[in-house]
């Protein structure tokens, strides 16, 4: 022991023993006072391996009564024994002390040891100590150890701009005025620090009579994984209303930026549930009170001047129809009319040559974008290498990460799918190089839906897309993916739900699948998939499914079964076209599919044949 506090002694001059707080430590103490600007920090003889058998030692950081800490890692290397991290090699993290110390009994925040890509790369206290706890145990490793910097951060940097409601823990209300301003932040409690286990707070927004909501959440932090929203512990709900009873309009969970919620009335209601055990660092979000008649007006650059991360500026809602930069660059809004016309400039006569026109579509609450094109007909040549560069062209964008990302273009006179908006906003950008007499242009009927293009079952509102199939009100029927036979939208996550009699399953037809992705389907592809399950919960009888496949069949075994489609923000596929049929347990009866694939992507009509065959032909297909 003597010879292990020599060797520590000879590594850090600040090493120290901690009789105040813990008898059996050793620590090093990096304080706001000495250190303003931050430093770095290193376990002992980082890059060489660390000793063995460190009982205790403390990294100590103090900041300001009205700092938090950062502390970032740019390299760690601790041996793991248990996938736990207790035992052995380990750093435990303190992340929430309400003193400057730490005794056997303080609860830690977690346990850390593995590689880099094991472990948050950024922690934040939430009050102004943050300690970590090394221990060292067994034979010598060759793991390096850790290396980071530290900085004091000013807390009121993510200050809430919210009142808090009289007998509540976290539950906040914003109330527009003509006395405050119009725009404000609101965070996960503790941000950006993790949030704490078990909580359910409240964000009640009011505007007035003529003035809507937007949301603008930057950065989502809950749990890692790309699990379904049905199956996560921590949430965020927004309701389109006053309370949790109002229609959901949003649901988010796991890791993401920019997510964008407007209302459709004067209130909106968002809830934050943790009931993980292993907690993120929450969210940060804008809210702005917009006018009904939002016309361009001077925005604010900053919600929060000195901010640590940029704010992007508020984007300015149009009038229903408005005239923008030229007499064919228009903004259509939802408050105004849910469906109409849009057509290139003069249809059905030709397009003047050298023509640019976007149109910028701005729905709210759940709305999606839906664009389906009666007439397509561009000055198109023959010999074009890429199809449509350098032609006539009509190119549809959607908003992702604060840009606009294309989604489909469109040119000569090729039939064109429907498209669909990731979220309330969709861009047209029609590029007319050359007039020629023979060239109509386009017309397509746009909608601001709630149904995601989903026109069977019955839609429920506790998620934003979900829709039930009863046996007792139809045997049969149809499903598909949002805005099939078009290319599905990005970021959606989309349930059916089948519920039959208790002696009934449900068997499923799959007539067409392209589901983007690659098998096992997961998170790391960046694949987009379908799940199947018994439950609500996730039913590991069943492996997702992705990627091209021919017709196949899946059937329940129980009355209850649930189909669960998710798409992420990278890529575009046209989805799934299925029938369904409710059985008896000793059915003997099954669906026949249609004669091909290319029958169902055109939209033909699907006739749902009944088929008395042998319980021995009604086999379950092994997934």
């Known amino acids: 022991m003597m010879q292990r506090a020599v060797l520590l002694l000879c590594w850090l001059p600040l090493l120290n023993h901690c009789h105040a707080v813990n008898p059996g430590c050793s620590c090093v103490v990096y304080s706001s006072s000495d250190r303003p600007q931050g430093g770095t920090f290193t376990s002992p003889y980082y890059p060489k391996r660390y000793p063995s058998n460190i009982d205790c030692l403390l990294y100590t950081f103090i900041g300001q009564p009205d700092e938090i800490v950062k502390l970032t890692f740019h390299n760690f290397n601790i041996r793991r024994i248990r996938p736990d991290c207790v035992g052995g090699d380990f750093l435990k993290v303190f992340l929430h002390l ?25 922690l934040y206290s939430s009050r102004s100590t943050l300690i970590l ?33 009289p007998g509540t823990m976290c539950d906040l209300e914003f109330v527009s005025s003509q006395s405050k301003r119009q725009y404000g932040r609101f965070y996960s409690p503790r941000y950006p620090s993790s949030y704490p286990k078990n909580i359910r707070c409240s964000y009640l ?66 809830e934050f549930v943790a009931n993980s055990e292993w907690p993120g660092q929450g969210f940060k979000a804008m809210f702005q009170f917009q006018p009904l008649d939002d016309a361009p007006h001077p925005e604010p650059d900053k919600v929060v001047p000195g ?60 709305e999606r974008v839906q664009v389906v094109f009666q007439d397509l007909n561009l000055y198109h ?14 190119v549809a964008y959607v908003h992702i990460d604060r840009k606009k990302e294309k989604i489909d273009e469109f040119c000569g006179e090729k039939p064109a799918r429907p498209i669909m ?63 099939y036979p078009g290319l599905y939208p990005r970021d959606t996550e989309c349930h059916y739900f089948f519920n039959g009699h208790p002696n009934e399953r449900v068997h499923l037809h799959f007539h ?23 439950y609500m919960s996730r039913d590991r009888k069943y492996s997702r ?63 749902l044949v009944m088929l008395f065959v042998s319980p021995l032909l009604f086999g379950r297909v092994s997934l």
Request: proline share 5%; charged share 20%; glycine share 8%.
């Open 98 to 122: 309400e003193t400057s110390g730490v005794s056997e009994y303080t609860p830690w925040s977690g346990v850390l040891c593995g590689d880099l890509h094991d472990i948050p790369q950024v």
């Open 133 to 165: 706890e090394l221990h060292t145990q067994g034979p010598p490793s060759n793991a390096t150890g850790f290396f980071g910097n530290f900085h004091f951060i000013n807390r009121r940097l993510f200050e809430t701009d919210g009142v808090l409601i």
């Open 205 to 270: 927004f009011r505007a007035r009579l003529k003035e809507r909501i937007r949301l603008f959440f930057e950065e989502i932090s809950l749990q890692k994984g790309d699990l379904s929203c049905l199956n996560r512990a921590d949430l965020i709900r927004v309701h389109d209303g006053t309370d949790s009873g109002a229609a959901t309009i949003a649901v988010l969970c796991n890791q993401g930026t920019e997510v964008e919620v407007l209302s459709t009335g004067s209130d909106l209601y968002v």
């Open 307 to 366: 901010a640590v991360t940029g704010n992007p500026k508020y984007s300015v809602i149009g009038p229903a129809v408005s005239a923008t930069t030229s007499l064919c660059d228009i903004v259509f809004n939802s408050d105004s009319t849910k469906t109409g016309v849009v057509t290139s400039p003069g249809y059905p006569n030709p397009y003047p040559p050298r023509t640019h026109c976007t149109y910028d579509f701005q729905g709210r609450g759940k």
């Open 381 to 394: 040549t023959s010999n074009t290498a890429n199809e449509c560069d350098g032609v006539d062209s009509l």
């Open 421 to 483: 908006s990731n979220g309330p906003r969709l861009s047209l950008e029609f590029n007319g190089i050359t007039s020629s007499r023979q060239s109509r242009g386009f017309k397509a009927v746009y909608s601001f839906t709630e149904n995601f293009g989903i026109t069977t079952g019955r839609q429920e509102a506790q998620y934003p897309c979900s829709f039930v199939y009863n046996s007792n009100e139809t045997r049969n029927g149809t499903f598909a993916s949002p805005n």
């Open 512 to 534: 067409f699948f392209d589901v983007e992705g690659v098998t096992p389907c997961e998170a790391v592809s960046a694949s987009d998939f379908v799940e199947f399950s018994n």
């Open 545 to 607: 499914h992705c990627g091209q496949q021919k017709e196949f069949d899946v059937e329940s075994d129980r009355k209850f079964f649930r189909v669960t489609f998710k798409s992420n923000d990278r890529y575009d596929a046209t989805g799934f076209n299925a029938s369904y049929v409710f059985v008896d347990e000793e059915g003997n009866y099954t669906t026949k599919p249609p004669m091909s694939n290319a029958s169902a992507i055109k939209g033909a009509t699907m006739v």
